[in-house]
Every structure is written in structure tokens, then in C-alpha cells.
């Protein structure tokens, strides 16, 4: 079992920023990429921004140069820092966990979410 406690959504005006966490525990034997999702209503989930083992980084065209993802590998633990927010931003924010198995097998965990709601 992995546990993944998020915490740091809330509400703000555009152009605020916020900063999210996700703690990651229980059976976590080799992280292949920790990261976040988010879902607005209506639409899919999608990719916000992820870490890889390595150290590599991946964003959303949408909030490249506004929100950085760190990663503090001691307490598996990730960061999400999200400046100069704006209404489209608004979501449920999920951590994800990839683990690593094999090639093949890459199990995913999820967080229960948090909610950033940003208002213009």
C-alpha cells in the first residue's frame, strides 16, 4: 500500500500563488515519477507537471514558467509551486505516484485531491 497526503489548495484571486505537497508513504520501494494532475469540471484529467527518476522534468505547455515541481528524495515528498495563477488554473489537484516493477509494470497511486480555485 502507498498513501499519498496532499495539502496546500485553497482559494485566490489571479495572479496569487500557491504551493501544494505531497507526502508519499507505506510500501514504496522504487519511484519511477512522482507528479500532478489535475480536473476541471467537464474535462479529462490531465498532466500538470511531473518528476522522474533522475531528476528529469515534464509541464504542461499551460503553466510552463509559472508553476515548478521539486522533489525532496530524503522524505518523498514533492512541491508543487504554482505563480501568477489565473481562473483556468482552477481544478481538483492530484498527486500521482508511479512505482516501478518491471518495464511493464509501473503501478500508479493517487491522492484523494486537493482544490486550488482561482477567481479573476
Known amino acids: 500500500q502507498v498513501q499519498l497526503v496532499e495539502s496546500g489548495g485553497g482559494s485566490v484571486q489571479a495572479g496569487d500563488s500557491l504551493r501544494l505537497s505531497c507526502a508519499a508513504s507505506?510500501?514504496?520501494?522504487?519511484?519511477?515519477?512522482m507528479g500532478w494532475y489535475r480536473q476541471a469540471p467537464g474535462k479529462q484529467r490531465e498532466l500538470v507537471a511531473r518528476?522522474?527518476?533522475?531528476?528529469?522534468?515534464n509541464y504542461a505547455d499551460s503553466v510552463k514558467g509559472r508553476f515548478t515541481i521539486s522533489r525532496d528524495n530524503v522524505n518523498d515528498t514533492i512541491y508543487l509551486q504554482m505563480n501568477s495563477l489565473k481562473p483556468e488554473d482552477t481544478a481538483v489537484y492530484y498527486c500521482?505516484?508511479?512505482?516501478?516493477?518491471?518495464?511493464?509494470?509501473?503501478?500508479?497511486?493517487w491522492g484523494q485531491g486537493t482544490q486550488v480555485t482561482v477567481s479573476s
Open positions: 500521482n505516484v508511479q512505482l516501478y516493477v518491471s518495464v511493464l509494470v509501473r503501478p500508479n497511486y
Open positions: 507505506g510500501n514504496i520501494f522504487s519511484i519511477n515519477a
Open positions: 518528476i522522474i527518476r533522475g531528476g528529469s522534468t
